[in-house]
C-alpha cells in the first residue's frame, strides 16, 4: 500500500520560513515527477510547484516564486519544499502529490498519489 506523508507545517509569523517534507513509502517514486498543491479554507486546491523525477527541471506557480524552493532527494524517497518570505495568503493545508509521469506538471488530474496534508498558518 502506497503511502505519502508531509510533515513540516506549522504556525510562523509573516515573513518566517518553513521547509515543509513528503515522504513515500511502499513504493519508490524516484521516477515520478512530484509536486505539492495547497488549499485555503473555501477555496479551489491550487498548484505550487512541481520537480521532475531527476530534479533538475522544477516551476512554481507566480505567487510563490522567488519566495518558495522545491526539491528532491530520491535516495531518500522525499521531497522537500522550501517556503521562505512567508505571507498570510499562505496559510493553507499543503499536499504533496505523486505525477504518473517523469515531466512536472500543474494539473491536479496528472498527480496519481496524495497524500493528507500539513497545514500551514502563517499570522500577520
Known amino acids: 500500500q502506497v503511502h505519502i506523508i508531509e510533515s513540516g507545517g506549522g504556525l510562523v509569523q509573516a515573513g518566517g520560513s518553513l521547509r515543509l517534507s513528503c515522504t513515500a513509502s511502499g513504493r519508490t517514486f524516484s521516477r515520478n515527477a512530484m509536486g505539492w498543491f495547497r488549499q485555503a479554507p473555501g477555496k479551489e486546491r491550487e498548484f505550487v510547484a512541481a520537480i521532475s523525477w531527476t530534479g533538475a527541471n522544477t516551476y512554481g506557480a507566480d505567487s510563490v516564486k522567488g519566495r518558495f524552493t522545491i526539491s528532491r532527494d530520491n535516495a531518500k524517497n522525499t521531497v522537500y519544499l522550501q517556503m521562505n518570505s512567508l505571507k498570510p495568503e499562505d496559510t493553507a493545508v499543503y499536499y504533496c502529490?505523486?505525477?504518473?509521469?517523469?515531466?512536472?506538471?500543474?494539473?491536479?488530474?496528472?498527480?496519481?498519489?496524495w497524500g493528507q496534508g500539513t497545514q500551514v498558518t502563517v499570522s500577520s
Open positions: 502529490a505523486a505525477a504518473r509521469t517523469v515531466v512536472p506538471s500543474s494539473r491536479r488530474s496528472e498527480y496519481d498519489y
